[in-house]
């Protein structure tokens, strides 16, 4: 069977599934040329990150077509029901990203919390003294309450982070539970587990927040999960990440809240305008960007595609033996 991994794979992934008998393309096929390279070479399954969608459109124009995979969590760039109901298998990692995506938010916080996002820009230039006296009312994480909107395995896996910082974490999800949340092995103690009540109600929580990070899917209704309304009701002052997608928060009632000090910093991996994102996000000096890498790490991407190649040899079988 031939694979295209149209958004890249790594290498561990590729060599797994070569030594099982697929024949892996990594050459990258544009968007528009999707569907005709995928009959003219005899594609069988393809595999995408968020660079390339798979639509209603290539999924009919391609019959021989027998899975799309997802290197990730969202699968919005994938018409998964419509592949489902024409009988293509569609399937994610849920869970190889989920570290990396943790790890890049506590790095937004902490750059939004010293403003090392602004200031590493100002150091070569600006006069010392000046710059010293501008950045120096930081805060700390360590007390603060962390909003988590969104509480699957990317936000449980932020949490633990979080709550080694010394946070205190409260979070949003669609059932009111606790949560036991695992910190690690403890150095000295052993595995520590800490219970996180997740509550349904964003609005109530909105106001106890010092710190926010979505980890919530696109909308089906294309409407933010933070609008106006929301950023009403927090703490001025509030620090917001979103890693989650592009369009679950407001972008002009954000820009808005920050002009109005209601958000002191904002850190976004992800935008509306992908992968052209507006000017005025990125020229903000409230504001820190990153070009949607949550899950590009190292470790996560060998994660990823050794979880791909081990859902493809569950479908399919190893070739090889077969």
């Known amino acids: 069977m031939k694979i295209l991994a149209n958004d890249g794979i790594s290498n561990e992934g590729k060599v797994a599934l070569e030594k099982a008998g697929y ?38 124009a391609c019959p021989g077509l027998k899975l799309v995979g997802r290197g990730g ?14 009988g293509v298998t569609v399937i ?24 090392l996002h602004h200031s590493f820009k100002n150091m070569e230039t600006g006069d010392f003294s000046a710059l010293k006296k501008r950045y120096a009312k930081g805060t700390e994480l360590r007390g603060k309450t962390l ?4 509480f699957g395995r990317i936000g449980q896996s932020l ?20 949560i036991e949340i695992s910190l690690g092995e403890i150095q000295g103690i052993g595995e520590l587990k800490v219970p996180v009540k997740v509550d349904t109600d964003l609005n109530a929580l909105l106001p106890q927040a010092d710190f926010i990070s979505l980890h919530v899917p696109k909308q089906p209704n294309g409407d933010a999960v933070l609008g106006k309304a929301q950023f009403e009701l927090m ?34 991996d992800v935008f509306d305008n992908e992968p052209n994102p507006r000017a005025d ?32 040899i569950k479908q399919f079988g190893n070739k090889v033996y077969a």
Do not use: W
Not at 29 to 55: C, F, G
Not at 159 to 178: D, H, P, R, W
């Open 147 to 150: 909003m988590i909107i969104g």
């Open 235 to 268: 703490k001025k002052g509030v620090i917001l990440v979103n890693a989650a997608r592009g369009g679950v928060v407001n972008e002009d009632d954000l820009l808005a809240a920050i002009a109005s000090g209601k958000v002191a910093f904002a850190g976004l």
């Open 73 to 86: 969590v969202g699968m919005d760039n994938i018409d998964v029901a419509y592949a489902r109901e024409k």
């Open 92 to 115: 994610n990692t849920p869970a190889s990203s989920s570290q990396s995506v943790a790890e890049l938010v506590m790095g937004h916080f902490f750059a939004g919390a010293r403003s």
């Open 281 to 312: 996000l990125l020229n903000n000096e409230a504001i820190a960007t990153t070009p949607h890498v949550g899950a590009a790490t190292v470790e996560a991407q060998d994660r990823i595609g050794l979880e791909l190649a081990d859902l493809i």
């Open 23 to 60: 024949t892996v393309i990594t050459d990258k096929v544009e968007q528009a040329d999707l569907a005709a390279a995928i009959n003219e070479q005899h594609i069988e399954i393809v595999l995408v990150r968020s660079a390339t969608t798979v639509r209603k459109e290539v999924i009919d």
């Open 159 to 178: 949490a633990s982070y979080a709550l080694g910082c010394g946070m205190k974490v409260i979070a949003v999800g669609q059932l009111n539970e606790t």
